[in-house]
Antibody
Framework: QVQVQESGPGLVKPSETLSLTCTVS??????????WGWIRQPPGKGLEWIGSIYYSGSTYYNPSLKSRVTISLDTSKNQFSLKLSSVTAADTAVYYCARLYALAAPRFDYWGQGTLVTVSS | DIQLTQSPSFLSASVGDRVTITCRASQGISSYLAWYQQKPGKAPKLLIY???TLQSGVPSRFSGSGSGTEFSLTISSLQPEDFATYYC?????????FGQGTKLEIK
């Protein structure tokens, strides 16, 4: 059974960098059928795709966040991570990591429980 | 960016009802569309992918249809556990985008 789990600080100060890690179990982040992604949801609002990374390390970012986002892999730990720089209150959201299964047709099929990150001084 | 517009945004229905939610894309996305169910405080759950393929373990009362720019999610007979918010998402091109959501409430 595939499991993904977010971890990281729940409070980040304005202008600083938000850093989250997603730990994967039950699958390898190096498998060629998989991309891995980050999605966020501001309180009471809808879902926003932040970006995805392929096992090769190729990354794809939402243009609305591209200048501030970095997603990377750590194959030795079977983890991937998100860094979002220069955060403001508008970046306050529940952040989800998920597996993007790409065989036949892409879909986010396994999601973490989500972690609330609040941007506040 | 491809815009996804769901209708209705809010839907009130009763247990046993048949309901349909529509997702319209601003340009053609072939069949690269997924549907998710989200309950309060929980992560989204995949229901349908490739517009009409039922995810393993999802009850057969859920079905999806459409291609190009018009898609729909149908629940054939609402159960109490189906009251939630539903989102569509396109995977045709980056950035992957979601619809604004449809909140399904008990009448």
């Amino acid at each position: 059974q595939v499991q993904v789990q977010e971890s990281g600080p729940g409070l980040v100060k304005p202008s600083e960098t938000l850093s989250l890690t997603c730990t994967v179990s039950g699958d390898s982040i190096s498998r060629s059928t998989n991309y891995w992604g980050w999605i966020r949801q501001p309180p009471g609002k809808g879902l926003e795709w932040i970006g995805s990374i392929y096992y090769s390390g190729s990354t794809y970012y939402n243009p609305s966040l591209k200048s501030r986002v970095t997603i990377s892999l750590d194959t030795s730990k079977n983890q991937f991570s998100l860094k979002l720089s220069s955060v403001t209150a508008a970046d306050t959201a529940v952040y989800y990591c998920a597996r993007l299964y790409a065989l036949a047709a892409p879909r986010f099929d396994y999601w973490g429980q989500g972690t609330l990150v609040t941007v506040s001084s | 960016d491809i815009q996804l517009t769901q209708s209705p945004s809010f839907l009130s229905a009763s247990v046993g009802d048949r309901v349909t939610i529509t997702c319209r894309a601003s340009q053609g996305i072939s069949s690269y569309l997924a549907w998710y169910q989200q309950k309060p405080g929980k992560a989204p759950k995949l229901l349908i992918y490739a517009a009409s393929t039922l995810q393993s373990g999802v009850p057969s009362r859920f079905s999806g249809s459409g291609s190009g720019t018009e898609f729909s999610l149908t629940i054939s007979s609402l159960q109490p556990e189906d009251f939630a918010t539903y989102y569509c998402q396109q995977f045709n091109s980056y950035p992957y985008t979601f619809g604004q959501g449809t909140k399904l409430e008990i009448k």
